[in-house]
């Protein structure tokens, strides 16, 4: 085991919301122990699945958020014996997380103080949609209704010219529960870091909501100073005002990012070479094109006019590869937009390792995912295991734990 | 009350957005960073909108003042040799140093981890850049949204035949910056157990492809590109295929509800949360299939119902009724509205000597021992000079006059 927490075991009892905290821990080499009910977590049954047939061992969602952990099957919700297990190994570990709902686990004599009684240092983590009290602690929630309430979606979407009528919008991948999820573990990690100073251990309540609260950019500031909403806007960030796009074609129909078009002096000499090495923008070399202000959009010159129209000339010739590879060759922090398998074709992503081999049931071969978000020299981030088939990890667990 | 990560010290050359959010979640939770400043070149973020006042002070930002709570300032000139003197003097006194430069800026100041380790042997350097510290495209910048773009997360966002939709704010900026702080975190813990410290290399773009794992997963698995008719499925969902899930209009100006139905059962408590209107009985809502099937009715059916209901009461009565709904809230609803977060004490007010009273969000998660705490406002650009060239490096009042007239401080 070679990450930094190759001394922590913890107790996992997660299911959507609370899994990726659970990878997060597990991937930096703590012993995580997932207890799942006899018919497995509910994450087991999301797709998109091997080959398209379901089953507990083929949810690929359930694989990219549980690898390294082992699973094993308890009853502990109808079985006393199986509740006294749980409870055992609970209070043999150094850290429990969960995701039910309030109250739930204390239903089962299986709460933070029930715990702490007998294992002192316990560090005890809730992950729920709203936190342990409140008038909405027992609302239901989703990702995407997380999402509607923390301020994200109201913050994403179209202006209207470009999609009449339409609502605001959900980025995908189960962002909320990611959120809620990186907060969980930054309370962890303090928490943690604060057991090693002196040996207490704590309870913690992570709130989705509170976790997502934090995470809108601007969205409070301009409450907060002006009493103002953002308004959303099309393929960029949304604002008090309307803002000069972002958004523009390569050739082959995929979309770049681009700010601006050489807003420096420096870095336009390199645009304006660029475009003129293949023809375009001759006109850029006439003096009313030096003033970097005749530069910018949002001032309306005609020379912002005619860099725009050439871009859309220049970009049309080109794929929205090349004007990315291109602009940031020449010091733009310009992008693309790739679907998330397109990063796959990438090959700096290979260079630092970030794709990882892993396999599971109905495959003959290993496949590639994505790794470690943070490359930590001394310890690094490792998959030591892809994710556990349902009740793996029962025996050999409760073996080694002395529990009957 | 306790904090946590009482008595770690961060050396913070840290600027916008990623690397002042990892340093606001270690502030907030009680480690002293002291952010290293210069003001020939200021964070761009001390000009940041939204300000109070008609001109861009470096003093004046709430934006700034949003990251930057609870951090220290000190100004150093690192082009002056009295100034990397001062420098390498708080590096040895740090625990941890962090930086967001592009990819190198460091080293050319001499700085590089290597160097670092020489003037502190346990130090923990965490770098957080949008490609890495290796790898062929390691010398390309980013943004935020640059991140998004590259990493899937933005073409994931949107209505299928329409552009792109967002995120609409630098998702990827806070994201990398909880990466960041959550590597810190773990760096110290096996510094705790062995004494070692370590070099951390976070690029932003990889910790947003970290969030795609599935879509991903399906391309390497079952052959299958989000590029493709139909996708990204706006708010409909993509897997688990479930359906009605999408956000419906209410009464007012860009007033929207989400509504989540995950299963039959969930769908019953809608149909009668509605008042079982005669369509919702038709024989083809009756099953997950059929609704998937006929999503573009069933939407419109809905909305006719939402459309007539206030946002805030079709919750309240879709809750009561065990429906997952939600109001599409806007940054003054939560201010103003969101009874949850008054209730659970979440809004907090600091004094910031040229901004006033200010508002705040709190700390989360809710810590029952050692809770993050708001303790002060963010720092007027080299508030804290003196007090941490003092108290920090044991200078003398004449050192101080100094190391100020020889222009090592500024």
């Excluded at chain 1, 020299?377 to 002395?402: I, M, Q, Y």
Aim: with cysteine; net charge negative; proline share 6%.
């Amino acid at each position: 085991v070679t990450g930094p927490l190759a001394d922590l075991r913890v107790i996992e009892i997660c299911d959507e919301l609370g899994q990726y905290a659970g990878k997060l821990l597990a991937d930096m080499g703590a012993d995580v122990v997932k207890v799942e009910p006899p018919g497995g977590s509910t994450a087991r049954a999301i797709g998109p699945f091997v080959r398209d047939i379901a089953g507990p061992n083929r949810s690929l969602d359930f694989w990219y958020h549980n690898t390294n952990k082992r699973s094993v099957v308890l009853d502990f919700e109808h079985d006393d014996g199986d509740r006294e297990r749980l409870r055992k190994l609970a209070v043999s570990a150094d850290l429990v997380i969960e995701d039910r709902a309030p109250g739930a686990l204390k239903a089962l004599g299986l709460d933070y103080e029930a715990l702490d009684r007998d294992r002192k240092g316990l560090i005890h983590c809730s992950i729920t949609p709203f936190g342990q009290d409140g008038p909405w602690a027992q609302f239901r929630s989703s990702d995407m209704v997380s999402l509607a309430l923390g301020g994200q979606m109201n913050m994403n979407g179209y202006n209207e010219e470009d999609a009449p009528g339409a609502p605001p919008i959900r980025g995908h991948g189960d962002q909320g529960y990611k959120t809620a999820c990186h907060f969980a573990v930054m309370g962890i990690l303090a928490a943690l870091l604060h057991r090693d100073r002196t040996g207490e251990g704590q309870y913690i309540d992570c709130s989705m909501h509170e976790a997502l609260n934090s995470t809108t950019e601007v969205g409070l500031p301009y409450w907060f100073y002006k009493r103002e909403n953002v308004i959303r806007q099309t393929t960029r960030h949304a604002a008090a005002r309307k803002t000069e796009r972002w958004r523009y074609a390569g050739g082959d129909g995929k979309d770049v990012l681009v700010y601006g078009v050489g807003r420096d002096n420096a870095s336009w000499k390199k645009i304006k070479e660029w475009f003129q090495s293949e023809g375009f923008g001759k006109q850029f070399d006439e003096t009313r094109f030096d003033d970097p202000r005749n530069r910018q959009p949002a001032r309306g010159s005609p020379e912002a006019g005619e860099i725009l129209a050439e871009v859309g000339r220049f970009f049309a010739a080109h794929s929205a590869e090349e004007i990315y590879r291109g602009g940031q060759e020449r010091g733009q922090a310009w992008g693309v937009i790739r679907s998330p398998d397109e990063t796959l074709a990438d090959p700096h992503w290979h260079d630092r390792g970030f794709f990882v081999p892993t396999r599971g049931e109905g495959l003959a071969d290993d496949v590639l995912m994505p790794g470690a978000p943070y490359v930590l020299s001394a310890t690094p981030w490792e998959l030591r295991r892809p994710a556990p088939k349902l009740g793996e990890h029962t025996a050999e667990v409760l073996g080694e734990s002395g529990i009957g | 009350m306790a904090l946590p990560l009482e008595g770690i010290r961060v050396c913070d050359f840290t600027w916008v957005i990623a690397g002042p959010t990892a340093t606001r979640v270690l502030a907030d939770f009680g480690a002293e960073v002291i952010r290293v400043e210069h003001e020939q070149a200021a964070d761009s973020i001390r000009l940041g909108r939204p300000i109070v006042g008609d001109q861009p002070t470096l003093n004046n930002s709430g934006f700034f003042n949003y990251f930057n709570r609870n951090k220290k300032s000190i100004l150093l000139n690192a082009r002056h040799p009295d100034g990397m003197e001062l420098l390498k003097r708080l590096i040895a006194k740090s625990d941890v140093v962090v930086e967001n430069f592009s990819c190198g800026v460091l080293e050319s100041w001499g700085l590089g981890y290597e160097e670092l380790k020489e003037i502190r042997p346990d130090v923990i350097y965490c770098s957080i850049s949008g490609f890495g510290h290796t790898g062929r495209d390691r010398a390309f910048t980013t943004w935020g949204p640059t991140a998004q773009a590259l990493s899937g997360l933005t073409f994931t966002s949107g209505l299928p035949g329409k552009p792109p939709a967002g995120w609409g704010f630098s998702y990827m900026d806070h994201t990398a910056g909880y990466s960041g702080a959550i590597a810190i975190m773990m760096a110290l813990h096996h510094r705790n157990r062995t004494g070692e410290g370590q070099h951390i290399d976070m690029s932003q773009v990889e910790a947003g492809i970290a969030l795609m794992g599935p879509a991903v997963l399906d391309a390497t698995v079952n052959g299958r590109s989000w590029r493709r008719d139909g996708m990204p499925p706006g708010n409909r969902t993509w897997q688990p295929a479930v359906a009605p899930h999408n956000a419906y209009a209410c009464v007012g100006e860009d007033r929207w509800i989400a509504i989540a139905v995950m299963n039959d059962a969930e769908w019953q408590a809608l149909v009668r949360a509605m008042e079982e209107p005669e369509w919702a009985l038709d024989r083809r809502f009756a099953t997950n299939e059929g609704r998937l099937a006929n999503q573009d009715e069933l939407d419109t059916r809905i909305e006719e119902w939402t459309s007539e209901l206030d946002d805030y009461e079709a919750m309240e009565l879709l809750q009561a009724a065990g429906v997952r709904a939600g109001v599409c809230q806007k940054p003054g609803d939560r201010f103003e509205r969101d009874p949850q977060s008054r209730a659970r004490g979440w809004w907090h007010t600091l004094m910031h000597p040229e901004l006033g009273e200010c508002e705040h969000d709190g700390v989360a998660p809710r810590l029952s021992k050692t809770p993050g705490q708001l303790r002060m406002a963010s720092p007027l650009i080299g508030q804290h000079t003196h007090d941490v060239l003092r108290e920090v490096l044991g200078l003398s009042a004449s050192e101080i006059d100094d190391a100020q007239a020889s222009g090592a401080l500024m």
